[in-house]
């Protein structure tokens, strides 16, 4: 366990045990205490009997729970600090108490924070890109209470899912243009991480926005009295939330379509191929015939081609007018040209992109 109290408004950060960090949160000055609890462990960690794994029931009868060793002795925070903890937001008393997820990199953690007048409590097992950037800018940002730090903290979390969000958009976007111009199969497998990493924002972030978003609408009806800069940073926050939400269902919706345009392409490859069978079939169908008629073994067929000119006459002659008129047919009554070059018409192409980029802007303009 890693223990570091913050000095605010200087921002001075200081290493410490719990029970210095349990004195300084008795005090009246206002902290904030950054609790590292280690690598967070694995669900049914450790043998139980017969070699089976045992469930995880939490903390160990003789080990004190998190909130007590912090000097607090409401019984509603026992829950801060215990692993796989599900996303809430409570309220007792002055004292707010959330789990806040945060994307650190490719993965998502679950951050605890417990806010009072004059303190702020953070709780994560390993270390978490957005806390230390967090905890670096205090000095030059400066909140005046520990309402304003809170919010600054969730606004650095939201922003964090909000670029994410923004940027596998844009990754899209390029995979989507890239299978246009030359489909590969990569193209496949990053359009197929990029599904993944829209499901994983989405299924992250969608409890805590309906939980913020609950709280939120509840604090503001019971508490009228609420400073106008508390409702400020109220209607930031949601408006944020609200933002991400939008960003993360955009990614989805992109994704879809990229999924979409893939299958597309893979139909007409499909179809390219059984338009060339066509035209073998075409081509060698009445060749085949042909053979096949005049290979009979009939006294007739025997009699009529005895001669030379009779064999070129109708054995070549008749094969060259079916090879003529099927060949016709091919390259004149149908899209000769995209079937000769094996990809689409240039022309056609970038009309394909038009419309789905028109229709691009028709989901924008409508959602």
Same mark, same amino acid.
């Given at each position: 366990?890693?223990?570091?109290?913050?000095?605010?408004?200087?921002?001075?950060?200081?290493?410490?045990?719990?029970?210095?960090a349990?004195?300084r949160? #008795?005090?009246?000055d206002?902290?904030?205490?950054?609790?590292d609890?280690?690598?967070?462990?694995?669900?049914?960690?450790?043998?139980?009997?017969?070699?089976?794994p045992?469930?995880?029931?939490?903390?160990?009868?003789?080990?004190?729970?998190?909130?007590?060793?912090?000097?607090?002795?409401?019984?509603?925070?026992?829950w801060l600090?215990?692993?796989?903890?599900?996303?809430?937001i409570?309220y007792?008393?002055?004292?707010?108490?959330?789990?806040?997820?945060v994307? $650190?990199?490719?993965?998502?953690?679950?951050?605890?924070?417990?806010?009072?007048?004059?303190?702020?409590?953070?709780?994560?097992?390993?270390?978490?890109e957005?806390?230390e /950037?967090?905890?670096?800018?205090?000095?030059? $940002?400066?909140?005046?209470?520990?309402?304003a730090t809170?919010?600054?903290l969730?606004?650095?979390?939201?922003?964090?899912?909000?670029?994410?969000?923004s940027?596998?958009?844009?990754?899209?976007? $390029?995979?989507?243009? #890239?299978?246009?111009?030359?489909?590969?199969?990569?193209?496949?497998?990053?359009?197929a991480?990029l599904?993944?990493?829209a499901?994983?924002?989405?299924?992250?972030?969608?409890?805590?926005?309906?939980?913020?978003?609950?709280?939120?609408?509840?604090?503001?009806?019971?508490?009228?009295?609420?400073?106008?800069?508390?409702?400020?940073l109220?209607?930031?926050?949601?408006?944020?939330?609200?933002?991400?939400?939008?960003?993360?269902?955009?990614?989805?919706?992109?994704?879809?379509?990229? #999924?979409d345009?893939?299958?597309?392409l893979?139909? $007409?490859?499909?179809?390219l191929?059984?338009?060339?069978?066509?035209?073998?079939?075409?081509?060698?169908?009445?060749?085949?015939?042909?053979?096949?008629?005049?290979?009979?073994?009939?006294?007739?067929?025997? /009699?009529?081609m005895?001669?030379?000119?009779?064999?070129?006459?109708?054995?070549?002659?008749l094969?060259?007018?079916?090879?003529?008129? #099927?060949?016709?047919?091919?390259?004149?009554?149908?899209?000769?040209?995209?079937?000769?070059?094996g990809?689409?018409?240039?022309?056609?192409?970038?009309?394909?992109?038009?419309?789905?980029?028109?229709?691009?802007?028709?989901d924008?303009?409508?959602?």
């Amino acid at each position: 366990m890693i223990v570091s109290v913050v000095s605010m408004p200087e921002g001075v950060v200081t290493r410490t045990d719990l029970s210095g960090a349990r004195e300084r949160l #008795a005090a009246s000055d206002f902290v904030i205490v950054d609790i590292d609890l280690g690598e967070e462990p694995e669900p049914g960690e450790g043998p139980g009997p017969g070699g089976e794994p045992e469930p995880d029931e939490g903390p160990e009868p003789d080990e004190e729970p998190l909130f007590r060793g912090l000097g607090l002795d409401d019984e509603s925070w026992e829950w801060l600090g215990r692993p796989r903890e599900p996303v809430r937001i409570e309220y007792r008393e002055g004292t707010v108490g959330c789990v806040v997820p945060v994307l $650190d990199g490719s993965r998502v953690v679950h951050v605890h924070l417990l806010a009072g007048e004059q303190y702020l409590v953070m709780v994560h097992h390993g270390p978490v890109e957005v806390i230390e /950037t967090f905890v670096g800018r205090l000095p030059q $940002d400066k909140p005046a209470d520990a309402a304003a730090t809170v919010f600054l903290l969730l606004h650095g979390a939201l922003e964090g899912f909000r670029r994410a969000a923004s940027q596998a958009l844009l990754e899209v976007e $390029d995979v989507e243009e #890239a299978m246009f111009e030359q489909w590969e199969p990569r193209d496949v497998h990053r359009l197929a991480q990029l599904r993944r990493r829209a499901a994983q924002l989405h299924r992250a972030f969608r409890p805590y926005a309906a939980v913020a978003q609950e709280f939120l609408a509840r604090r503001g009806l019971a508490h009228r009295e609420i400073p106008e800069e508390r409702r400020a940073l109220h209607r930031l926050h949601e408006s944020t939330v609200r933002l991400v939400v939008l960003e993360i269902e955009s990614l989805r919706d992109e994704t879809r379509r990229a #999924a979409d345009s893939y299958a597309s392409l893979v139909a $007409d490859r499909q179809n390219l191929v059984i338009n060339r069978l066509a035209i073998v079939s075409v081509i060698f169908l009445p060749l085949s015939f042909l053979t096949g008629f005049f290979g009979m073994n009939f006294g007739f067929m025997s /009699t009529l081609m005895a001669s030379e000119k009779a064999f070129l006459a109708l054995g070549l002659g008749l094969q060259l007018c079916a090879l003529v008129v #099927a060949m016709y047919f091919v390259l004149y009554r149908t899209h000769w040209r995209q079937l000769r070059g094996g990809e689409p018409d240039d022309t056609a192409d970038r009309r394909r992109r038009r419309l789905l980029r028109a229709g691009r802007r028709a989901d924008d303009e409508g959602s």
